[in-house]
Structures are given as C-alpha cells and as structure tokens.
C-alpha cells in the first residue's frame, strides 16, 4: 500500500502531485489502532467516532444497531454519504446507504436531512414509532433526549442530533434545544436546518448575533466586525458574558492580527472542555502564541475531537516534519475522512483544487444515496 493508492481507493486524483512530501513510516495513535469487536454496543462506537469518524467497517455495525428504528437509521445513512469518501472498497457501504436511507424521502431532503420547513413532516414520520425524540414528554425522557443528541454530534451524526433537538424544540420551544441546533448546525455546515431566528428577547439577539458572526468567520470574512459593531449597543450584547460572544470575539481578532489572550478563551473553553467550537478556537491561538507546540496542540485536539480543518489551517502557518507527519498518519489511516485531505490542502501553496474535488465528491455520493 501506498498514499496513491490510498488516494486511488477513495477515487481522487487531485491530490496525487502533493504527496510525495508524506511519510509512511508512521504509528497509528491509540484510537486509530484499537480493534472494535462486532458486539460493540452504541454506547462505544459513538465515542470511536468522535476521533476516527465516519469508518466504513464501523458504519455497517452502527446501521446495525438501528434495525428496528428505520427513520433514525436513514439519518445516520444521510450522514454517511454526506461526510465519509467512501471508496472502491467501500460498494457494499454505499449500497447499503441507498437502501436505507429511503424514509427520508417524504421529509425531502437535499443539502440538510430535515430542512427547517420540513420538521412537521419529520415529526409526521417518526410519530408511529417514537422516534427521534417524539415520545420525550416528560421532564426525565427530554434530558434523556438531550443527552443523546449530545453523544451524537460530536460522533459526526450531526443529521440525527439535528432532528431530535429540531423536534423537541418544535414540540417544547426549549431554550436548551435551540441552543444545540445553533451550534451543531454551525459546526457541521448544516444551515438549512437552522429555524427562523425572529424573537427580540435577549437570549434571541445573542444567537442571532453569534449565528451570523461564526458564519461570516467561517468564510474567513471580517465583516463579522461589523456584526459585532452593529449589535455592541444592544444591553444583550454590550454586558453579555456569553462564551459563544466571547469565543467569536477571540476569532475575529485572530483573524484580524489583533492581540488575543490564550487565558481569556481559556476562561470559556478551558482544556478538557467538550465545547468543539471555544476548543477548536482556543487551540487556534495557542498555536499562533506557540507556534513551535503547534503540532502537540493538533494532536490533542485530534484526540479529542478528531481532524478539524480550521485548526490545521492554523498549524500550517507553521509548517513543520512533525506536523507533515501527523497529517500522513490521518491519511494512512483515515483517509474516509474529507477534513483529513483538507488538512494536507492546507499545506500546499494552492488547495483549492482538492476542496473543489471533495465537494464534488461528496456531494455526488449524496446524491447517488438519495436516488
């Protein structure tokens, strides 16, 4: 095996020119390297996923779990042919993928699994079985649902956490659901999920404002600022001491070469934390306060949230042979994952021809999954 033919079995050719600056004399790490027996349950494969993400051998046991509730295994399909380059090996996978996901059909969906006008019919689908969070009636059986949805999102099953907490928010309007739409729609590009933000109260402003901030960031554009400056009269931003203001805030001034204190995000996103959008932003600036630890603060943060293409972003502003081989680990070993191959992007003096391919690529596997 080499990294061509890596690149060979996941069906993509623009990267090929850029890698003969990788080293294939490299360790898995510990998450990489452990066996996962047939009989894991749940439970242990959405921590697994979390680092390794969407692995084809693990995708067939997981949509094993869900045999008996459809619905939910067609949202995790959504999310496979979504956000994992399935690859010549992988035909079972996808054909497995088109024949499950089909009780979306009737909810319709296109670049989200659950659009935002399109709760009621999902709520319409799940109702006869009880799934996604429609029988999460009770105070207990609600944080139950939450907590679910939380073990689900950080496993790149952004389309199944969606639905439970756009459900609950529909039926219950609670304010803990919305919360969590906004930061897992952010955080895996799902925006066409996002309901209508059109409330005045203060908690509203907050999430619009830190909705439109983290978006413009997202694009690498600093009129961000002038969302910032537009809403810092508002009494709910001027004395807010929302982390997700303060976290969009450290960002902007990253991005816009302004002094920015490691202990000040650190105070919102401390180590250690599971918030992935304060953390990835938090190791950002310890990165560019630390340029020569860039390659342990990327490996721990691997660890615990696995490849991020924003953090390698940074880090290759420091390139170094201890980053290069972290990043021919992640392609040795998870080359399922697309923000692998943009972390390597990062490192070329032009990666754009390699974002190009992986949404194409993508966004025909999606395609061919939904028929």
């Known amino acids: 095996m080499s990294f061509d033919e890596i690149a060979d079995r996941r069906i993509l050719s623009t990267v090929r020119a850029n890698l003969d600056q990788l080293t294939w004399d490299v360790e898995a790490d510990g998450y990489q390297r452990l066996r996962v027996p047939s009989s894991a349950d749940v439970d242990s494969l959405l921590r697994l996923l979390s680092r390794r993400g969407l692995e084809p051998a693990l995708m067939h046991l997981l949509l094993d ?69 429609t029988s999460a009636n009770d105070p207990a059986a609600i944080e139950a649902s939450l907590a679910y949805a939380d073990q689900l999102a950080p496993a790149r099953l952004p389309s199944l956490a969606l639905a439970i907490v756009q459900v609950l928010w529909t039926r219950h309007a609670l304010p803990a659901a919305l919360d969590r739409i906004v930061e897992i729609a952010l955080d895996h590009e799902r925006l066409d999920s996002m309901p209508q933000l059109t409330e005045k109260t203060d908690r509203s402003i907050q999430l619009q404002t830190y909705f439109a901030t983290r978006v413009s960031l997202s694009q690498l554009d600093t009129t961000a600022a002038a969302i910032l400056e537009q809403t810092s009269k508002h009494p709910a931003i001027a004395s807010s001491s929302d982390p997700g203001l303060a976290a969009v805030r450290a960002e902007l001034d990253l991005l816009t070469d302004k002094p920015v204190s490691v202990a000040a995000i650190e105070a919102v996103a401390p180590i250690g934390s599971a918030w992935r959008y304060g953390s990835r932003v938090r190791d950002q600036i310890r990165i560019q306060s ?26 290759a502003f420091h390139p170094s042979p201890e980053l290069l081989a972290l990043v ?44």
């Not at 619905?71 to 499950?100: K, M, N, P, T």
């Not at 659950?114 to 019919?121: F, L, S």
């Open 65 to 133: 779990r869900f045999e008996d509730r459809p619905l939910e295994r067609a949202l995790i399909a959504f999310d496979i042919a979504a956000g994992s380059l399935l690859g010549h090996d992988d035909l079972a996978l996808a054909q497995r993928v088109a024949a499950v996901i089909a009780p979306l059909a009737p909810i319709g969906p296109n670049t989200v699994a659950v659009p935002r006008d399109r709760v009621g019919a999902l709520i319409d689908a799940a109702s006869a079985t009880g799934e996604v969070g």
């Open 290 to 315: 630390a340029p020569g630890d860039a390659a342990i603060v990327v490996d721990g943060f691997l660890g615990t949230f696995g490849n991020d293409m924003r953090v390698w972003a940074q880090a």
């Open 328 to 371: 021919s680990r992640e392609i040795r070993y998870c080359s399922h994952e697309p923000e692998v191959w943009r972390a390597l992007a990062t490192f070329l003096e032009d990666g754009t021809l390699v974002e190009v391919e992986l949404q194409a690529r993508t966004a025909a596997q999606l395609d061919a999954a939904l028929g």
